[in-house]
């Protein structure tokens, strides 16, 4: 009985420093288990959307009638994912994510910066939905967006038949992306700073965060 009762202390004490262990190494790397996720992309982080209305209706937009405090303004903070995320294992991305179609991405860039300063007073990021890809043929006609020939099903809009070229797409004219960029629109299309305009294509490295439209 004695050599019974000994044995099954031995094992209840073994059992019981296993999750003392494990309990401590959680605690202990609890925070760089947390940052490893968030850096790698496999956990969402919050991002803050200003209120200037671009992304209407998928986000929302400020009350105020100036465009410096619509700039300034929080209106919600959405969960993104770094972008491209992944694991990096001697030199080869493993896990990393693909920007896709209908994809919600923060981006900041040269033209980003200097569009927002002059703008809103201040230096900052986009955030604009991806609506082609490289090699894609895009093309705006009758306030409809056209890929690759075919007219886009858009729900998320703020108005349907609303799209409209600028500077750099103007109406009617077909542009192929390049290798290596995205064309990006904002939802509320009469409100948005995009890539119709002075922004023009965005290169994919400058992407920093994204919402697949899958989610």
Known sequence: LIIIFICSMKRILTITFIILFFYLFVLLLRPNIYYLLVNTGFLAEEVRISGTGSMYPTFPKSSSEYDIVRARDIVASAKM???????????????????????????????????????????????????????????????????????????????????????????????????????????????????RHELGLVDKNDTHFVISWKD
Do not use: H
């Open 81 to 195: 994912r770094r972008y491209p995320g992944g694991i990096n294992l001697w030199g080869k991305q493993l896990f990393s994510y693909e920007i896709g179609y209908g994809d919600i991405v923060e981006f900041e860039n040269d033209k980003t910066k200097s569009i927002s300063l002059a703008k809103y007073g201040d230096q900052a990021g986009f955030v604009k939905r991806v609506i082609a890809l490289a090699g894609d043929k895009l093309e705006f006609r009758d306030g409809y967006v056209y890929r690759n020939g075919a007219v886009m099903d858009e729900p998320y809009t703020a108005k349907p038949r609303s799209t409209y070229g600028g500077e750099i797409l103007a109406d009617c004219q077909v542009l192929t992306v390049p290798a290596g960029k995205i064309f990006v629109l904002g939802d509320n299309r009469k409100a948005s700073l995009d890539s």
